[in-house]
């Protein structure tokens, strides 16, 4: 079993910068993949970026060289840096934990509460 955390939300301007963390409590946390996702208001959650056990990174072409996705297994804890935010950034963004080499909507297995990130333009 595994507990998944979000922090570090908050109201920004556009071009500014977040980072978000996700603290996981629980065994075997090296050897999950860790994602993380956003849902707009009215819109479908969807994939922002994963991580692998081996620190192979994905993303969604809407975030490449703004985001970067980064663990430290000895605190078990995976951040989000988020940079140049724009407002179609705004949304809740979860962070999921899955056995598989990444995570995708479909094999997370635990999922955090969220943490809320506006974009004010």
């Known amino acids: 079993q595994v507990q998944l955390v979000e922090s570090g939300g908050g109201l920004v301007q556009a071009g500014g910068s977040l980072r978000l963390s996700c603290a996981a409590s629980g065994r075997g946390f090296p050897t999950y993949a860790i994602g993380w996702f956003r849902q707009a208001p009215g819109k479908e959650r969807g994939f922002v970026a994963t991580?692998?056990?081996?620190?192979?990174?994905y993303y969604v072409d809407s975030v490449k060289g703004r985001f970067t996705i980064s663990r430290d297994n000895a605190k078990n804890t995976v951040f989000l840096q988020m940079n140049n935010l724009k407002p179609e950034d705004t949304a809740v963004y979860y962070c999921?934990?899955?056995?598989?080499?990444?995570?995708?909507?479909?094999?997370?297995?635990?999922w955090g509460h969220g943490t809320q990130v506006t974009v004010s333009s």
């Open positions: 999921a934990a899955s056995q598989s080499n990444i995570v995708t909507m479909r094999n997370g297995d635990y």
């Open positions: 991580i692998s056990w081996s620190h192979n990174t």
